[in-house]
C-alpha cells in the first residue's frame, strides 16, 4: 500500500493496482514531486495522465488542489483508483476518472477547452511519448507545469521547442523530469 504523504489526507494508505505491469511512485519520488510544485498546487486543475492507483491525483488532491483528472486504459488501475476515491469519500466534483486510452482524453481535453495547471505523466516506461506534447501545449497556460516520471536510463524525450527543461532529477531507478512552457519566461507589456 502506498500512503499519501502531506495535506488533507495524510497518512492515508491507498490501494494499489493488482497487476505486475502497473508500477508506484515511491514515497521519495512524490514527495520530490510535490516539494518542487508545493507552491503551485493550491486551488489548481491537475491532470494525472496514465494515473495508475491515482497516487499522485490524490495526494495532489490532499495538498489542496482544486480539481483532478485521472486518466487510465487499464481496468484494474480505473477500479483501483474509484476504490480509492470511495475510501476518501472524495466526490466526483473534485475527481474526475477517465477509463480510456491517453491520446484519446487528450483530444477530448483539446476539444473542450480545458486548461490544465499540472500535467504529471507517468507512462509505460517503453511507451514513447514525444508525440504527446504538442497536444499537451494545447491543454495548458503559461505558468503550467509539465512532470514527466520515466526509467532513470531512459533518455530526455526530443520535445517540442515550445517548452523548457526545469529539472532533470535522478531518484533511486526513477527520474522526474519538469517542464514548463517557453512562454512563461516571456516578459509581456
Not at 52 to 77: C, H, Q, T, W
Not at 162 to 182: A, D, H, S, T, W
Request: hydrophobic residues 40%; positive net charge; contains cysteine.
Amino acid at each position: 500500500m502506498l500512503r499519501i504523504i502531506s495535506g488533507k489526507y495524510k497518512n492515508f494508505r491507498l490501494n494499489l493496482v493488482p497487476s505486475k505491469t502497473t508500477k508506484s511512485s515511491t514515497h521519495l519520488i512524490r514527495k520530490a514531486l510535490f516539494d518542487t510544485i508545493q507552491k503551485d498546487i493550491n486551488d489548481s486543475i491537475v491532470l494525472d495522465l496514465f494515473a495508475g492507483s491515482g497516487a499522485y491525483g490524490f495526494e495532489a488532491l490532499s495538498r489542496k488542489a482544486k480539481k483532478i483528472f485521472m486518466v487510465d486504459n487499464s481496468l484494474p488501475a480505473y477500479l483501483t483508483i474509484r476504490k480509492n476515491q470511495n475510501k476518501l469519500k472524495i466526490s466526483n466534483q473534485q475527481i474526475i476518472v477517465f477509463y480510456k486510452n491517453a491520446f484519446d482524453m487528450l483530444k477530448r481535453f483539446i476539444y473542450q477547452k480545458i486548461k490544465f495547471d499540472v500535467i504529471i505523466l507517468d507512462p509505460p516506461y517503453t511507451l514513447d511519448i514525444k508525440h504527446l506534447f504538442p497536444e499537451l501545449f494545447k491543454i495548458i497556460h503559461r505558468q503550467s507545469w509539465i512532470i514527466y516520471e520515466t526509467y532513470h536510463k531512459n533518455l530526455l524525450p526530443n520535445i517540442d521547442h515550445k517548452f523548457i527543461l526545469i529539472k532533470n532529477q535522478k531518484y533511486g531507478n526513477k527520474r522526474l523530469i519538469f517542464y514548463k512552457p517557453v512562454d512563461c519566461f516571456i516578459i509581456k507589456r
